[in-house]
């Protein structure tokens, strides 16, 4: 049962040379084959492409020049360039975008020897909180194909949570990775902006936007942050930092770690059903010996209004060169240069980034950017500022990650801020440039999912990790599975 | 009734790096289309622009140059329409916060000194071209333009007149040259100038300006000015008004249509951009920059007038160029009076190279050469006259002055008494020329000279004869 493995299994598996990369790639690539019907999760398999990549890794791995993640299949969301690869971020307007390089991701995997498994289904340009807003249709939560995933990386985390792949790369512009790993009970990292290069990840939101990764465990989002994280000079925004130890930081335990409970998470927006489980969980890490602090943050509120401004402002401008003129979607007809770009844009986009491009076009023009571009901007210090503030009296935050469990398919459709506000408790960290994470905690109405998120202050990923490894070294939420696809064997 | 006419200059400097303001493509010219187009100058998705370094250090010797103020923090902002040439569908530029604030342009107008005030310069990336030749329905897009750093250079509203506009951007450009950031090369597109144009009473507020645009060459900014000035006097003389617009010149028709009005105008939704950090610019960034600052013409104008007593218009010519001033004072450094080098420089030699179509980083004569042919001039040796033929024969070849005054027998005659012998002789000859001389007419002696000159194959020292001649005549008991 190899697609049970988790990473860090299947990579000392592989190094004992138990079993080759080829074999691990098929194993996957089987299950993909057999179940992505049902869940829709992936977007592009190309088994040739990923098995003549998993040759190498075994070709490395006989030279003796294997690093832990050689031979391991990794999904990555289809908004990651890699070379050859059909590169669509869920739209029409990419369709038939086969990238001509790769995504320093890509590339960081690469260079490990990792092998890429596929491409995985996402909201449309990562717009969106149920991965409803795909041009490739909607993906299904494992747990119950009723409910969505979450969004906008579902793909990455309904593949996870269903043994077809490992570990998946997702981004993070305001809760993508995070909301979905806590509806499909699994665990996602966003590192803190800057840590990962975005050159070569297809932008929605810049000053927002963070790659990383999906997996079962906080030991095998180590061994994949490690992959992920490090300087590139052709990201302005990355931050020139060594990246830590993150596997080897894992076990340092929580004893005299102060966790900040932020009032505001704990209100009457939070379902009952969530509310419990987390609550035992801080219980658990309380019994393991950390210390629990109350915290406020007490500008949160602001946080979903004022990332509505910003993240549409942003995203208006990083799409407008999908005008149909180099490449990507251009309408069959058209009468002159300006119906070429209304008509190929009309088709290209759909409702949900149409939206987000006409409240961007809005906020930014002329006569409004005042009273809510830089008005956003004021309140983004503020949201951040409480993070500073409250991270004076305690060494991570948590809360839910989610206020509810997964919603049904179709729920929210027909209200786009109901929508929205599924994302009040993580928005925050991204409007501060914080790392954040989701773990699975226990399950709430339904037997859905219900995650724990932790927040770290800048470039605190390694004791994020540790904290969370050491709630998985005294709770088994991370080793339940969907029934309906199978029971994880360690 | 007499108007005032107000016009304002912005200028596009394309900077001298070798790639692209924010992607490692290079910026060399006429390579065939889209061959220096990298996946970030072609916005492929996932794509992010880094600042290039040489840029921002370009921008601050310009700072320096002008005495502007060089911001600590500046911000580069998103410009954003749609055109087919644009590829992200925005133009990174620097908005509320440019990288050099104020600043000032010193020329001279005819005898007098002007002095423009700048009002800002940002740095900002170019557009590719769209090519409506040769396709044929369609157009074709060449983005190899697409990201060639340009510093944009806007002047306060204080030119007066058409000449005075050219002759800032005379001065504008001779200065981006000498300090190396633009080759200023205004057919390849190197320096282009938009001229923001407004008539009015004198005393009265500003009037309603109309911006031109297309003006690569400074006869078509001289032309446009004009026109416009023309245009829009006759318009308000009519009873009419001056709509805010910009206009296109037509070099052909030597006039300026309309291109969109300010009701047409785009609203560029302007906002920082998020793909970069603000352009921070330390105080040691500037020191650095400052120590490899060649001499500035303003400074060398001055020397000159102190130095050597050179006249302002004459400083102002020899600093026309970095080559030119340093050839100067090549000339100077080899002896030879700073008089006569200025004369020379901005005569005799600008004049070839104005033939030629070249300047004074290809001398054909170097300084040295130069100066040997300038110090055959002050001992005598040859006349004036003689030293321009000699000057253009050397500009033929590699040969020295001497060389040629021996081979063509140019030679001057200072010899006293060869020339005495040619005046006696003159004397001899010419009895009416004599007489009438004594008779009063000065005319006379101008004739005497004329046939020593004659008699010696024009070799002889004319001062060397005058001196002789005069005191012959005098001498005479008459």
């Not at chain 1, 990579?11 to 829709?40: K, M, P, Q, T, Y």
């Not at chain 1, 960081?108 to 490739?136: C, H, Y």
Request: hydrophobic content about 40%; proline content about 5%; charged content about 25%.
């Amino acid at each position: 049962m190899i697609h049970t493995w988790s990473i860090a299994r299947l990579s000392r598996a592989l190094a004992g040379r138990e079993l080759s990369a080829v074999e691990a790639a098929r194993a996957w690539l089987d299950r993909i084959d057999r179940l992505n019907g049902r869940l829709n999760a992936f977007i592009t398999v190309d088994p040739a492409k990923t098995l003549s990549q998993a040759r190498e890794a075994d070709a490395r791995i006989a030279r003796g020049e294997g690093g832990a993640l050689t031979g391991v299949p990794i999904a990555h969301k289809d908004l990651f360039c890699a070379r050859g690869w059909l590169t669509t971020c869920g739209s029409k307007m990419l369709s038939g975008f086969v990238s001509p390089y790769d995504a320093h991701v890509i590339e960081q995997f690469d260079r490990a020897g990792a092998v890429i498994l596929g491409k995985t289904n996402m909201d449309e340009f990562a717009m969106g909180s149920s991965n409803e807003n795909s041009f490739f249709g909607a993906v299904k939560n494992p747990w119950d194909e009723r409910a969505v995933p979450g969004g906008s990386s579902g793909g990455s985390a309904a593949a996870v949570a269903a043994l077809l792949a490992p570990g998946a790369t997702g981004t993070d512009t305001g809760g993508s990775i995070r909301q979905p790993a806590s509806h499909t009970g699994v665990c996602g990292l966003r590192p803190t902006y800057g840590r990962v290069s975005r050159y070569g990840m297809v932008a929605f939101a810049s000053s927002l936007d963070q790659g990383g990764p999906l997996a079962r465990s906080a030991e095998d989002l180590a061994l994949m942050l490690a992959v992920m994280a490090g300087f590139d000079a052709r990201d302005s925004t990355c931050v020139d930092r060594p990246r830590e130890d993150y596997a080897g930081a894992l076990n340092r335990g929580v004893k005299g770690l102060r966790i900040g409970l932020p009032r505001e998470y704990f209100t009457a927006d939070l379902a009952s059903d969530v509310r419990a489980p987390i609550e035992a969980a801080i219980a658990a890490l309380r019994g393991a010996g950390a210390e629990v602090v109350e915290v406020s943050l007490p500008n949160q509120h602001l946080s979903v209004p004022v990332y509505y401004v910003l993240a549409p402002a942003e995203a208006s401008s990083n799409l407008s060169r999908y005008d149909g003129v180099r490449y990507g979607h251009r309408a069959a007809e058209y009468a002159d240069l300006n119906d070429m770009y209304a008509k190929s844009r009309a088709q290209g986009f759909g409702r949900e980034v149409k939206r987000r491009i006409m409240i961007g076009t809005y906020v930014l023009s002329h006569g409004y950017y005042d009273a809510y571009y830089l008005q956003a901007q004021r309140l983004r210090r503020l949201i951040a500022n409480d993070f500073t503030e409250a991270f004076k009296r305690c060494d991570l935050i948590m809360g839910p990650a989610s206020p509810t469990v997964a919603f049904d398919l179709g729920a929210h459709t027909k209200d786009p801020v109901q929508m929205y506000l599924d994302d009040l408790y993580t928005i925050p960290i991204n409007l501060a440039g914080l790392p954040g994470m989701s773990i699975p905690c226990g399950f709430g109405a339904g037997g859905r999912p219900v995650g724990l998120q932790i927040v770290g202050n800048y470039f605190d990923e390694a004791r994020m990790l540790s904290a969370a490894h050491a709630f998985q070294q005294v709770t088994d939420w991370h080793t339940k599975t969907p029934p309906a696809f199978g029971a994880v064997s360690r | 009734m007499t108007w005032e006419v107000v016009i304002g200059l912005e200028t596009h400097a394309q900077l001298t790096t070798a790639s692209k303001i924010f992607s490692g493509a290079s910026t060399a010219f006429g390579a065939p289309p889209n061959t220096q187009a990298s996946a970030v100058d072609l916005a492929l998705p996932g794509t992010l622009p880094v600042l290039n370094r040489g840029a921002v250090e370009r921008a601050i010797r310009f700072g320096l140059a002008v005495g502007g103020a060089i911001a600590a923090r500046s911000v580069f902002a998103r410009k954003n329409y749609f055109y087919p040439d644009l590829p992200k569908g925005y133009q990174i530029s620097q908005y509320e916060q440019p990288v050099v604030a104020g600043g000032v342009i010193a020329f001279m107008l005819g005898d007098e000194e002007r002095r423009v005030r700048l009002t800002r310069a940002h740095l900002e990336e170019d557009a590719g071209k769209s090519l409506h030749e040769d396709f044929h329905g369609m157009t074709g897009i060449d983005l190899n333009r697409a990201g060639t750093p340009l510093l944009e250079i806007v002047s306060e509203p204080e030119m007066r007149s058409a000449a005075e506009a050219v002759a800032y951007a005379k001065a504008l450009h001779a200065l981006v040259r000498w300090i190396g950031i633009c080759d200023g090369n205004m057919q390849e597109g190197s320096f282009r100038c938009d001229a923001n144009v407004s008539v009015r009473r004198p005393g009265e507020p500003l009037g309603t300006r109309c911006e031109i645009k297309n003006l690569n060459s400074f006869r078509f900014l001289e032309r446009a000015i004009e026109y416009e000035v023309r245009r829009q006097v006759e318009l308000i003389e009519d009873g009419g008004k001056v709509v805010q617009e910009t206009r296109l010149f037509d070099p052909d028709r030597g006039e300026t249509r309309s291109m969109r009005s300010k009701e047409d105008a785009q609203d560029y939704r302007y906002f920082p951009d998020p793909d970069l950090l603000p352009l921070e610019i330390s105080p040691a960034w500037i020191e650095e920059t400052k120590r490899a600052m060649p001499a500035l013409p303003q400074a060398l104008r001055e020397r000159y007038a102190a130095q050597h007593g050179l006249a302002p218009a004459m400083a102002s010519l020899l600093t026309e160029s970095r080559e030119k001033a340093a050839f100067f004072d090549a000339v100077v450094a080899a002896g030879v009076a700073a008089r006569t080098a200025a004369n020379w420089i901005n005569g005799e030699y600008a004049a070839l190279l104005n033939d030629r179509g070249v300047d004074f980083s290809t001398p054909p004569v170097d300084a040295a050469r130069f100066a040997r042919l300038l110090a055959l001039v002050s001992t005598g040796a040859i006349s004036g006259k003689a030293a321009k033929d000699v000057f253009l024969a050397m500009a033929e070849g590699d040969e020295d002055a001497q060389a040629i005054v021996t081979r063509l027998g140019l030679a001057q005659i200072s010899d006293s008494s060869a020339i005495e012998a040619a005046v006696d002789q003159v004397l001899a000859a010419q009895g009416r020329l004599v007489e009438d001389y004594r008779a009063g007419k000065e005319k006379a002696f101008n004739a005497l000279v004329g046939q020593v000159m004659k008699a010696t194959q024009g070799k002889a020292n004319p001062q060397e004869a005058s001196k002789i001649l005069r005191a012959k005549l005098g001498s005479d008991p008459n």
